[in-house]
T-cell receptor, first 110, second 115 residues
Framework: KQEVTQIPAALSVPEGENLVLNCSFTDSAIYNLQWFRQDPGKGLTSLLL?????REQTSGRLNASLDKSSGRSTLYIAASQPGDSATYLC?????????FGKGTTLSVSS | GAVVSQHPSWVICKSGTSVKIECRSLDFQATTMFWYRQFPKQSLMLMATSNEGSKATYEQGVEKDKFLINHASLTLSTLTVTSAHPEDSSFYIC???????????FGNGTRLTVT
């Protein structure tokens, strides 16, 4: 059964720093991997989707990579801003429902 | 971009009553919809998967008679929490996708409080 782990659980950085969030999964038979952002008490915002045939996706200051052989994905956030403060969730799936990690709560101080 | 509308965004109900939550895909046809619940400081847990026109598939430990899911059309799925109890208080989120190669799009969630 697919399990998704995110490290660290929480991260605090000053504004302007580049940072990396990590996600690992147990089943390499992953069809796609998706990164989400969740603000407190809110739903999810999809950030990046990496499909099975892809290795990375970029959107603005965000870059996500997927290494199926090692069972890992990373989300790189460049030049962090206070508005980036949120919980970031990665989720992997075999084509249907996604299995979520517990998230990394990011706090960016100004 | 694809939009999934979830309604209501929050609801307070008394113990023993039933609550219906709607999930609509506004600009695409959702062949599959998913329902998740999230307890405070926990990750999202998949409750069930529903395909249009067929019965929902429930995850282990989720009572199908308590959490009724109806996916009557390609744009609407509903989750009804029957005979709600305080322990059902949670954040419920639906998601929808057009196909296997499509990303999942999520609703904004429904905060259910059962008193």
């Amino acid at each position: 059964k697919q399990e998704v782990t995110q490290i660290p659980a929480a991260l605090s950085v000053p504004e302007g720093e580049n940072l990396v969030l990590n996600c690992s999964f147990t089943d390499s038979a992953i069809y796609n991997l998706q990164w989400f952002r969740q603000d407190p008490g809110k739903g999810l915002t999809s950030l990046l989707l990496i499909q099975s045939s892809q290795r990375e996706q970029t959107s603005g200051r965000l870059n996500a990579s997927l290494d199926k052989s090692s069972g890992r994905s990373t989300l790189y956030i460049a030049a962090s801003q206070p508005g980036d403060s949120a919980t970031y969730l990665c989720a992997g799936g075999a084509g249907t429902a996604l299995i979520f990690g517990k998230g990394t709560t990011l706090s960016v101080s100004s | 971009g694809a939009v999934v509308s979830q309604h209501p965004s929050w609801v307070i109900c008394k113990s023993g009553t039933s609550v219906k939550i709607e999930c609509r895909s506004l600009d695409f046809q959702a062949t599959t919809m998913f329902w998740y619940r999230q307890f405070p400081k926990q990750s999202l847990m998949l409750m069930a998967t529903s395909n249009e026109g067929s019965k929902a598939t429930y995850e282990q430990g989720v009572e199908k008679d308590k959490f009724l899911i109806n996916h009557a059309s390609l744009t609407l799925s509903t989750l009804t929490v029957t005979s709600a109890h305080p322990e059902d208080s949670s954040f419920y989120i639906c998601s929808a996708m057009a196909g296997l190669d499509s990303p999942l799009h999520f609703g904004n969630g429904t905060r259910l409080t059962v008193t």
